[in-house]
């Protein structure tokens, strides 16, 4: 996983529009354990550790019902990562590839999500298990997972890949 200025050979970035298509809100926040990108797990499944999504007062509101998912999709905001690669090497895997192939956090548009399990709902605390991020990842998004419709159980990656 690159950080923010790290360039690896085969690795490409771009020069990047002067100006944005669109604004955000940042809702809230992200409180983990890890402070360091290489403390991070590289995925949610890879820990057990219970962190805390804290949605501000603004958008308290919109926790209500919430607390009925037992799953739900967290986007949040990579503010450590590079926005310009649009080819990756992966530390781990001979060959770069496509940004868009990956789930690193490197993107022009550093959106990451994880699906959670939501332990508990206190105020605008949300305690649940399955994130990957640094402390302080600012949160997008939270929405409900729904199995019925988010799950694919035949999906495949062929990670050979095509060009
Ligand atoms: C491989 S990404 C996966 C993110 C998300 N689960 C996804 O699939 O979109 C997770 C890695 O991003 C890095 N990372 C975590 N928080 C970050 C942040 N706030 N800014 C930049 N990199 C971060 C860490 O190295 C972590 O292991």
């Not at 739900?72 to 503010?79: E, G, K, N, P, R």
């Amino acid at each position: 996983m690159s950080d923010a200025t790290e360039r690896r050979p085969g690795e490409e970035a771009i020069v990047l529009p002067d100006a944005y298509d669109a604004g955000l809100y940042f809702i809230g926040h992200i409180r983990t354990p890890w402070v360091e990108r290489s403390d991070c797990p590289k995925n949610g499944l890879q820990t057990d550790a219970v962190c805390t999504v804290m949605v501000d007062e603004t958008y308290a509101a919109g926790l209500q019902n919430v607390a009925g998912a037992s799953h739900l999709i967290v986007l949040y905001w990579m503010d450590r990562a590079a926005r310009d690669l649009v080819r990756q090497q992966p530390r781990h895997a001979p060959g770069n590839r496509g940004t868009f192939s990956l789930r690193s956090p490197a993107r022009p548009n550093p959106i990451a999500l994880s699906v959670v399990e939501l332990l508990q709902v206190d105020g605008r605390s949300l305690s649940v298990r399955g994130l990957d991020c640094l402390d302080g990842t600012p949160l997008l998004d939270i929405k409900p997972y729904f199995a019925s419709t988010d799950s694919r159980a035949d999906a495949t990656v062929d990670r050979a890949g095509n060009p």
